[in-house]
């Protein structure tokens, strides 16, 4: 049963460029989140697909933009990145609980992102 | 509001002891769930073990447990007879039964010595 996986693992860009990361979720889940992890921070969510549709986005601007494919894998793509925009990218997938908060979150090895 | 503390930067341990990591939360959610993950410095989060704001007993899973304390707002993690794979960085994180998003803590960088 192959977990989440995520690709590339690393990625150097330079200041303006764009960037797309990718991310194939947990066998049986439909659901995936897409978490910012700076140096010495806890992950920040940045925004959520189900059924091919942003469920939730957190506090990141539109220069983060997602997608969700028909088989569930995920797309993260950032335009004009900044130098700020360094950092760990984790995906995460789960099955969708309509109620409660038991949905436990399952997480990639991340791509790690340098803005040079 | 949302909202996870961990106040330990970092803990040492001796290995085949117990140790136990600090997390407090906020939250007027009546109805939220908290979970552990661990990050070894590969990067990827794995998930420990998980307590449901209604849930009566505290969570346990294998060497875990989870020692909740709701009137509080304290979800600590007590991992029992360290070993040197324990090493890593141990984050606390909440989900609230309105919301899809995990809150993380900030982290506790465990280190066990032989």
């Known amino acids: 049963d192959a977990g989440v996986t995520q690709s590339p693992t690393h990625l150097i860009k330079t200041r303006g460029q764009q960037v797309t990361l990718r991310c194939s979720p947990k066998?049986?889940?439909?659901?995936v989140s897409w978490y910012q992890q700076a140096l010495g921070q806890g992950p920040q969510f940045i925004f959520q697909?189900?059924?091919?549709?942003?469920?939730q986005r957190g506090n990141f601007p539109d220069r983060f933009s997602g997608h969700q494919f028909p088989n569930y894998s995920s797309e993260l793509n950032v335009n004009a990145l900044l130098l700020g925009d360094s950092a760990l990218y984790l995906c995460?997938?789960?099955?969708?609980?309509?109620?409660?908060?038991?949905?436990?979150?399952?997480f990639g090895p991340g791509t790690r992102l340098l803005v040079l | 509001a949302q909202k996870i503390t961990q106040t330990q930067p970092g803990m040492f341990v001796q290995e085949k002891e117990a140790v136990t990591l600090d997390c407090t939360y906020d939250?007027?959610?009546?109805?939220?769930?908290l979970f552990w993950y661990k990050q070894p410095s590969s990067g990827e989060m794995i998930f420990l073990i998980y307590?449901?704001?209604?849930?009566?007993q505290n969570a346990t899973e294998g060497r875990y447990s989870l020692n909740f304390q709701k009137a509080r707002k304290s979800a600590n993690l007590v991992i029992s007879a360290s070993q040197l794979g324990d090493s890593a960085m141990y984050f606390c994180?909440?989900?609230?039964?309105?919301?899809?998003?995990?809150?993380f803590g900030t982290g506790t960088s465990l280190t066990v010595i032989p």
């Open positions: 995460a997938s789960s099955v969708l609980v309509q109620t409660g908060a038991q949905e436990t979150q399952y």
């Open positions: 066998s049986g889940h439909d659901t």
């Open positions: 697909y189900y059924e091919e549709e942003e469920r």
């Open positions: 939250t007027s959610d009546p109805s939220y769930g």
């Open positions: 307590q449901g704001s209604y849930d009566q």
């Open positions: 994180a909440m989900r609230s039964h309105t919301g899809n998003q995990f809150y």
